[in-house]
């Protein structure tokens, strides 16, 4: 989903992104390595390029917005804008890449166009519609003032200070070939003052390695504009990112609601279905024996009756892991303790809830706490453990804890993923501190919604 429709993410931890990798150089403090870095120099390559590829993109976007708008009074005006909306767009997949590029930031494209209907009118009422078309033309008309001004300022500072800082290397090329001693720093009414003494030269070097020193950040604070001008206009909007969202949690939903299925399918096919059957079999092969012998009879009734009752309890547990009754009927603090009162090591469980969650939440809370608790039991070694519930504003929080040896680890693919994302379907989090060697300490938020 990220890869499609994320916002920006800057690697930092690119190795092209932090410079040259020469022993000791990580050694040195930023503010030395800073001028020498691939970073500074692609930021400051971004801000060059900027200036032209602004000023086309501005002209590109107000030649064709107005001839578009000047042409509305015919019908040749509305393909013309959307002719202008499109180029604009492809203006930003082309600044998409440039920042993936030079900045390391990468934006997904924007919401694809869904045009209603087939042919041309249905895609030029689709880009005239579409936000994302309006956003890339504001910025391609942004992009030139602050272009302008980026570029400006970056080649200032960076062409002086580099200029001011080798001042010692060529400053005998003036009395050679200019004919004067060195930079005239003052000049008229026959005062001229040069650039040429060794304190003059020192000063000047020393006053261009400050500028060559700051000018890395000074790039930084430029294109930190440039890198939110392309992730807020250029990128996704925070509702069609939040559409792709809520479309990947309902199918996480979907998933789990099938497995589900299958599960209960499973454990009723291979657990109570088949006691039953063979307890059919059972009586029947019974009732032929109670003329011909009745004490063999009376034996198989009596593994009969003991079926029955591993049967009921199955599907007791069955009902219990689709939903409790005592959840229903008495809410968390009754159904965790029923959870507790299982589990192989001792819990104490701590409820603190004015009022009961909808049953939605309070059924996910359950089964939330269920897991991490048959966690426990099974994989952890814990002498003890806790469970503590409560609510924080708009949020209902879980925390189980157990002092076991720890090393639990949602990324690694366990059963924890699978529970991180059931959550995160609902706009819940999951939050795992366990460290190898314990304690393990793991948070469940949920949103809080009335019952």
């Not at 082309?94 to 087939?118: C, H, I, Q, S």
């Not at 009745?294 to 007791?316: C, F, I, N, T, Y």
């Not at 994302?421 to 999951?430: F, K, Q």
């Amino acid at each position: 989903m990220a890869a499609e429709y994320g916002q920006g993410h800057i690697h930092m931890d690119r190795p092209e992104f932090r410079g040259p990798d020469i022993k000791g150089w990580r050694r040195l403090p930023a503010g030395l390595r800073a001028p020498f870095e691939a970073r500074t120099w692609k930021e400051f390559g971004y801000l060059l390029l900027s200036l032209p590829i602004g000023l086309t993109s501005f002209a590109f976007a107000v030649t064709m917005l107005s001839l578009g708008v000047g042409l509305l009074v015919t019908f040749v005006g509305i393909p013309v804008l959307a002719g202008a909306l499109a180029g604009c767009r492809g203006i930003g997949a082309l600044e998409r890449t440039r920042a993936r590029g030079l900045l390391d930031l990468d934006v997904a494209a924007p919401e694809p166009l869904r045009p209603k209907g087939r042919g041309p009118m249905a895609v030029i009422g689709a880009v005239l519609k579409s936000g994302a078309s309006w956003r890339h033309l504001l910025y391609s008309v942004v992009l030139l003032p602050w272009s302008l001004f980026s570029f400006t300022v970056a080649v200032i500072f960076w062409w002086y200070g580099w200029l001011m800082v080798t001042y010692p290397l060529w400053f005998w090329l003036f009395p050679m070939y200019a004919g004067q001693d060195g930079i005239q720093l003052v000049g008229g009414d026959g005062r001229n003052i040069y650039l040429d003494n060794p304190f003059e030269i020192g000063v000047t070097a020393g006053t261009g390695l400050l500028i060559t020193l700051a000018t890395p950040w000074i790039l930084r604070a430029l294109t930190t504009v440039d890198r939110l001008l392309v992730i807020s206009l250029l990128g996704p909007s925070r509702l069609a990112t939040r559409v792709v969202e809520l479309e990947s949690d309902r199918g996480v939903v979907v998933d789990t609601a099938a497995a589900d299925l299958r599960r209960i399918e499973r454990d009723l096919h291979d657990g109570a279905q088949a006691r039953l059957v063979a307890l059919a079999m059972d009586l029947g092969l019974a009732k032929e024996k109670l003329t011909e012998d009745p004490e063999a009879a009376a034996r198989m009734v009596d593994e009969a009756h003991g079926e029955v009752k591993v049967a009921l309890q199955e599907l007791r547990d069955l009902a219990r892991g689709i939903h409790p009754a005592v959840l229903t009927d008495r809410g968390l603090d009754a159904a965790l303790s029923a959870l507790a009162a299982r589990c192989t090591v001792p819990v104490q469980v701590e409820v603190d809830l004015a009022s009961r969650p909808a049953a939605a939440i309070e059924g996910i809370a359950y089964f939330t706490v269920s897991e991490l608790l048959q966690n426990i039991s099974k994989h952890s070694r814990a002498t003890r453990g806790s469970v503590d519930v409560w609510r924080s504003e708009n949020r209902l929080m879980l925390q189980v804890t157990d002092d076991g040896s720890g090393g639990a680890d949602a990324s690694a693919g366990s059963g924890l993923a699978g529970l991180a994302e059931r959550l995160d379907a609902v706009d819940g989090i999951l939050v795992v501190d366990s460290p190898s060697g314990g304690p393990t300490a793991i948070t469940a938020e949920l949103p809080w919604r009335k019952a």
